[in-house]
């Protein structure tokens, strides 16, 4: 299927620290997206990376993508307490509309 | 920020009613979703939308039906409400079939 895994589940670090969470799927996609939900909120995009892309920024958010080992990471750099929200990838397109999503990755960012 | 909307956004129902959430989107997007969210289950997609009355169904279908009869309106119906169907409903909309989804704030429902 089309859905995206994050690890790890759960992440608590210090204000001022980097987070780095992964996301893997297992089919070919066109792009991927990174979502942000604060508690009890809808989901917000972050920054959706093509599947012809290494890289990319935004802020303080830097995204990776490998599509030889169908993983990705996002990296939040010097985090927040209003960081803390949990996170989660869509893998995206290849032939289906569908955006299936994992679990999430809780992130705690202590202040 | 795009325009969805969800209503209601909080009910309370018992066990065999019939309940329909709506959403709606003023920003003409093609594609719209429907997924619920409970505790250790991240978000499930229920149905999906790819135009006025094409639907599709999706990874939990089952007690739910879905119509789009025009762009920016997408129902969500549980013919008869059972427990298990408790949860956070959430809708999304967007342009593409791969690009950036735009979430509602959510319907929380309640059955008894």
């Known amino acids: 299927s089309q859905q995206g895994e994050e690890d790890p589940q759960a992440l608590s670090i210090q204000e001022g620290e980097n987070a780095t969470m992964n996301c893997s799927y297992k089919?070919?996609?066109?792009?991927l997206q990174w979502y942000r939900q604060n508690s009890g909120r809808g989901l917000v995009h972050l920054i959706l990376i093509r599947s012809n892309e290494r890289e990319k920024h935004s802020g303080r958010l830097r995204v990776t993508l490998d599509t030889s080992k169908k993983s990705s990471s996002l990296l939040i750099t010097a985090s927040r307490a209003a960081d803390t929200a949990s996170y989660f990838c869509a893998p995206a397109g290849s032939g289906t509309y569908k955006y299936i999503f994992g679990t999430g990755t809780r992130l705690k960012v202590l202040a | 920020d795009a325009g969805i909307t969800q209503s209601p956004r909080h009910k309370v129902t018992e066990t065999g009613t019939p309940v329909t959430l709506r959403c709606h989107q003023t920003e003409n997007h093609r594609y719209m979703y429907w997924y619920r969210q409970d505790p250790g289950h991240g978000l499930r997609l229920i149905h999906y939308?790819?135009?006025?009355?094409?639907?599709d169904k999706g990874e939990v279908s089952d007690g739910y039906s879905v119509s789009r009869s025009k762009t920016e309106d997408f129902l969500l119906t549980l013919e008869s409400a059972t427990s298990s169907q408790t949860s956070v409903y959430f809708c999304?909309?967007?342009?593409?079939?791969?690009?950036?989804?735009?979430f509602g704030e959510g319907s929380r429902l309640t059955v008894l």
């Open positions: 939308s790819y135009g006025v009355k094409d639907t």
């Open positions: 999304a909309s967007g342009p593409t079939g791969d690009g950036e989804l735009f």
């Open positions: 089919t070919s996609i066109n792009n």
